[in-house]
């Protein structure tokens, strides 16, 4: 859990020293969090935007993978604001695509051109596998932009080989519908090399994500090596979903805390495959590019950028 300050009309907005990281468990709340937060650094802003990972509705989110539910008008009377925003966590980094700078980006295969206010229209997609799987595209008209809320992570697995057929029939007998999310987050990991393990007829231990990638960088353990290679192909394949879902010509990108020690297999040519393996439309998916997000606090930069926006002016490049 991550709160900064933000100055809209800074020509960066985001605040990078006053940026601080607290554990979720050490607070009863976001509301107590965001208090201890401020009284820290000693601050006393006026609106608020909190980038959560869950569905929105209204003034108030359950979030997905936690017991808060939050309330921004709770939030607003507890820490005297004149505003609260709350935004669902994947739409609030695409809010801040505009802003990211070129060293904060890399490009695999052919990256994405930095987002320009253009006479023509644009859209832009992205998506990353962390405590779950976010997914979110960024529509950009006449230098305005919207960012969609969406749970696409929670749209049904598709696998498109017999071994990934495997995998989805043994994640079935566990959970019945199998979601992206089943397989692309940290847990998604886990369930693949766990799949693999039980279809190889081999004992499969509790693995944390990072250690079967570990293991998979030392080639010391086929099943990890296995799962990260499937991983990877099958996030290629929902990237190159997502794009002509939404209509993505403009660009794809990846963010998230998982893709670090992803990005070896990322590069290997594999993500790309399954990325333009679309049939009739491989060859216009084969142009889109596709860049990873580098940048270190994505999430509080699309804040940021919401702050920019609520301030009536664009966080797009003139």
């Not at 695999?108 to 320009?116: E, S």
Request: net charge positive; glycine share 10%.
């Amino acid at each position: 859990m991550r709160f900064a300050l933000a100055q809209p009309a800074a020509q960066v907005p985001l605040l990078a020293p006053s940026i601080r990281a607290y554990r979720v468990a050490q607070f009863a709340s976001l509301g107590l969090a965001a208090k201890a937060y401020l009284q820290e650094i000693h601050a006393k802003p006026r609106q608020a935007v909190f980038a959560l990972a869950g569905r929105i509705e209204g003034t108030q989110v359950q979030m997905t993978n936690h017991a808060w539910h939050i309330s921004s008008l709770q939030i607003k009377g507890d820490l005297a604001l004149e505003s609260v925003q709350l935004i669902n966590d994947f739409a609030a980094i695409g809010m801040g695509l505009p802003l990211l700078q070129a060293s904060d980006t890399l490009a695999l295969a052919h990256g994405v051109d930095v987002i320009h206010r253009h006479a023509r229209p644009q859209t832009f997609c992205v998506l990353g596998p962390g405590t779950g799987l976010g997914i979110s595209a960024l529509i950009v008209r006449d230098g305005r932009i919207q960012a969609l809320q969406t749970e696409g992570g929670h749209v049904g697995f598709a696998p498109n080989s017999d071994e990934e057929i495997a995998v989805l029939r043994h994640l079935r007998s566990r959970f019945g519908r199998v979601s992206r999310e089943r397989v692309l987050c940290g847990s998604g990991l886990a369930n693949v090399h766990e799949a693999l393990c039980a279809i190889d007829r081999v004992q499969s231990l509790p693995l944390a994500p990072e250690e079967i990638t570990e293991r998979a960088r030392n080639a010391s353990d086929p099943q990890c090596v296995r799962a990260v290679e499937m991983f990877c192909d099958i996030l290629g394949a929902v990237a190159g979903d997502c794009v002509l879902s939404f209509g993505a010509w403009d660009g794809a990108y990846l963010a998230g805390g998982m893709l670090a020690p992803l990005l070896p297999w990322l590069q290997q040519g594999r993500f790309r495959l399954r990325f333009d393996d679309k049939g009739r439309f491989a060859q216009a998916v084969g142009k889109v590019g596709v860049s990873l997000i580098t940048h270190p606090y994505p999430g509080l930069l699309g804040a940021a950028g919401c702050a920019v926006l609520a301030s009536g002016a664009s966080p797009v490049r003139t």
